[in-house]
């Protein structure tokens, strides 16, 4: 076969196989009862939750913006690749416990509350995070073409509960060829979470633990939460389109894979993550979008 007879017909299959994805999505879908059982008799926070009902996988409509780039995803390093994929937990947690975590590596537990519920004694959960939170990882690629990836709004699912999504993070360590990039991301641009209960119960505002001595007193750092809607893919002017947002979550070479590893988490210094999220419902769905590295340049983003 002439090698530019070989060339088109490759070009024709890219082209169609772009198309056939180019208006799908890629996420994965948990349901998450929340369901308290107070601990040590306080009456404020650092209680277990209980139950996470079914695993199910859902596809949905979605899309990648303009250009020839497909953005697909995987549980596996090596694919296939396509256009959803199931979550695989990393363990099978009974229950939701809230911890506290300044970069993803060490994960603290209260284990002691003075009588006004201040925590005042933790210990080191590290080991267990498996069982406390939904920690797994996917991979993404972008085909063809670069890209840079984003969350999508409309398709990403953390639940409707004010309590709930004002106390739950959502962790993301990313690793590609450039370098890996950690986000602990605030769940409040996820729903009205203005009418959600609050109760201190660290020494501080707005802090999470960093780290734990030998005694089991915490040093606390100012929390390094971001607001998710900073990483959304911005609809585009026509259905189903996306263009760039205000911060992307990585930039991807043509067919270079994204390790994307996730914790959905209970931040037990937050002031919300208190008795009130008791008994709440919330679901589990990632969902990535993304936008040709070049309709980026001629943006304007930098």
Not at 192 to 208: L, Y
């Amino acid at each position: 076969m002439p090698a530019q007879e070989k060339n088109k017909r490759g070009a024709g299959t890219v082209s169609e196989e772009t198309k056939k994805l180019k208006h799908s999505f890629y996420l994965t879908f948990f349901w998450v009862l929340l369901l308290l059982a107070v601990v040590s008799g306080t009456t404020y926070a650092w209680f277990t939750l209980n139950g996470r009902s079914s695993v199910n996988v859902t596809p949905t409509g979605g899309t990648v913006s303009e250009g020839d780039t497909v953005l697909l995803i995987s549980n596996s390093e090596s694919g296939p690749f396509d256009k959803s994929c199931e979550l695989r937990l990393s363990g099978d947690p009974e229950s939701l416990k809230p911890l506290s975590t300044a970069d993803l590596t060490s994960f603290y537990q209260a284990t002691a509350q003075d009588h006004e519920g201040i925590a005042v004694r933790y210990r080191d959960l590290s080991a267990e995070v498996d069982q406390n939170v939904l920690h797994g990882t996917v991979y993404l690629q972008c085909r063809y073409a670069p890209c840079d990836v984003y969350f999508d709004r409309n398709e990403l699912k953390l639940g409707t509960d004010a309590q709930a999504l004002a106390a739950m993070r959502l962790g993301l360590k990313i690793t590609t060829g450039s370098g890996s990039m950690t986000y602990l991301l605030k769940l409040d641009d996820m729903g009205a979470t203005a009418g959600a209960e609050a109760v201190r119960t660290v020494p501080g505002a707005d802090t999470v633990v960093s780290s734990v001595n030998g005694d089991g007193q915490a040093v606390y750092t100012a929390d390094p939460a971001q607001e998710i809607a900073g990483f959304f893919a911005v609809d585009g002017a026509e259905d189903g389109s996306y263009e760039a947002g205000s911060k992307r979550l990585c930039s991807l070479g043509a067919d270079e894979v994204a390790a994307v590893e996730y914790w959905l988490y209970l931040e037990g210094c937050d002031d919300h993550c208190s008795n009130p999220v008791q008994n709440r419902s919330s679901a589990f769905a990632l969902a990535f979008a993304g936008v040709s590295a070049e309709a980026e340049k001629k943006g304007g983003q930098s």
